[in-house]
């Protein structure tokens, strides 16, 4: 079973716009999550994260958002710039003594076109 | 503060054999953790150590085997390679003084082709 869920492979969009990327997840014992970038022939590089008693998460042009009802978190760029074009990975962590265990996405391509 | 560090960077196996991957972490990061990447499972995790001792562990079979040293350094070892084996393994580390939270450092891997 998958716990954490990327359902968009990919994601196109134009330069100085706004691009969201979107994971769900179903285990309610997750506290933490956390955004990843990779490129390829690279290990992921963090990106941001939100711990669960939080809904927002601000670090420059980068956002998450946490939907705990909903059990769903999105990540924003704005504004969106061609080096962003990347695999984004979601990643969640849960219970105590987990932290060393991330459950990790599919992934979404996101394309950012000049 | 050096990132990090993989060894080999790039591996090519027969199936049957067994092959031993080399980690070394952050400096002063006790936490290693280890990850399988295919382009049909995406990124699974394989285990965790922290303190020469496993933490955790992920669904994969006993043919995946870990250990850790003093100096937090960490081996992976696979053994009878199968061709599904054939993946990209990623090493992480962090400072897991703080146990439910964790962001981790990736390598860049070691990519393993099994022939």
């Known amino acids: ?114 | 503060k050096a990132g990090v560090t993989q060894t080999p960077r790039y591996l090519i196996k027969t199936r049957g054999q067994q092959v031993t991957l080399s980690c070394s972490p952050i400096s002063g990061h006790r936490s290693v953790s280890w990850y399988q990447q295919t382009p049909g499972q995406g990124l699974q995790f394989l285990f965790e150590y922290f303190s020469e001792t496993q933490r955790n562990k992920g669904n994969f079979p006993g043919r995946f085997s870990g250990r850790q040293f003093s100096n937090s350094r960490s081996e992976m070892n696979v053994s009878t390679l199968e061709l599904g084996d054939s993946a990209l393994y990623l090493c992480a580390s962090s400072d897991s003084g703080r146990v439910l939270y964790n962001e981790q450092f990736f390598g860049p891997g070691t990519r393993l082709t099994v022939l």
């Open chain 1, 1 to 114: 079973d998958q716990q954490v869920k990327q359902n968009s492979p990919s994601l196109s969009v134009q330069e100085g716009r706004i691009s969201i990327l979107n994971c769900d997840y179903t285990n309610s014992m997750f506290d933490y999550f956390l955004w990843y970038k990779k490129y390829p022939a690279e290990g992921p590089t963090f990106l941001i994260s939100i711990s669960s008693i939080k809904d927002k998460n601000e670090d420059g042009r980068f956002t998450v958002f946490l939907n705990k009802s909903a059990k769903h978190l999105s990540l924003h760029i704005v504004p969106s710039q061609p080096g962003d074009s990347a695999v984004y990975f979601c990643a969640a962590s849960g219970g105590y003594n987990q932290g060393g265990k991330l459950i990790f996405g599919q992934g979404t391509e996101l394309s950012v076109k000049p």
